[in-house]
C-alpha cells in the first residue's frame, strides 16, 4: 500500500508563494501519474495540476501561468510551487498518485492539506 504525506500548507497572505510537498512510500509499487487536486468548502474536487513519471505536465486554467508541479523520481516526492496567490486559491489541496504493482493498478489519495489565502 501507497502512503501520501502533504505538507507546505498554512495561511498565506495574498500575493504569497508557498510550496506544497507530497512524499510518497510504499514497498514494491511503482509510482506513475501524480497530481494534484483541491476542493473548497461546498464545491467539488477539481484537478489543479498532474504530472507523468516522464515529465509531462497538464495545469487547470486558474492557475496556469501561477502555478508550477514538479516531481523527484529518486524521492517519490512531487511538489506544487504556488506563485501570486488569490484568495480564490484557498482550499484544502489534495495529492493523488497512480501506482501499479506486477499488473495491477491503484489510485491513491493523500489526507490533504489546507491553504488559506487572506486578502
Known amino acids: 500500500q501507497v502512503q501520501l504525506v502533504e505538507s507546505g500548507g498554512g495561511l498565506v497572505q495574498a500575493g504569497g508563494s508557498p510550496k ?6 510504499g514497498s514494491a509499487f511503482s509510482i506513475n501519474a501524480m497530481g494534484w487536486y483541491r476542493q473548497a468548502p461546498g464545491e467539488q474536487r477539481e484537478l489543479v495540476a498532474t504530472i507523468t513519471s516522464g515529465g509531462s505536465t497538464n495545469y487547470a486554467d486558474s492557475v496556469k501561468g501561477r502555478f ?3 516531481r523527484d523520481n529518486a524521492k517519490n516526492t512531487v511538489y ?7 484568495p480564490e486559491d484557498t482550499a484544502v489541496y489534495f ?3 497512480d501506482a501499479s504493482r506486477g499488473y495491477l493498478n491503484y489510485a491513491y489519495w493523500g489526507q490533504g492539506t489546507q491553504v488559506t489565502v487572506s486578502s
Not at 506544487?80 to 488569490?86: F, G, R, W
Request: charged share 10%.
Open 95 to 97: 495529492c493523488k498518485a
Open 80 to 86: 506544487l510551487q504556488m506563485n501570486s496567490l488569490k
Open 68 to 70: 508550477t508541479i514538479s
Open 20 to 25: 506544497l510537498s507530497c512524499a510518497a512510500s
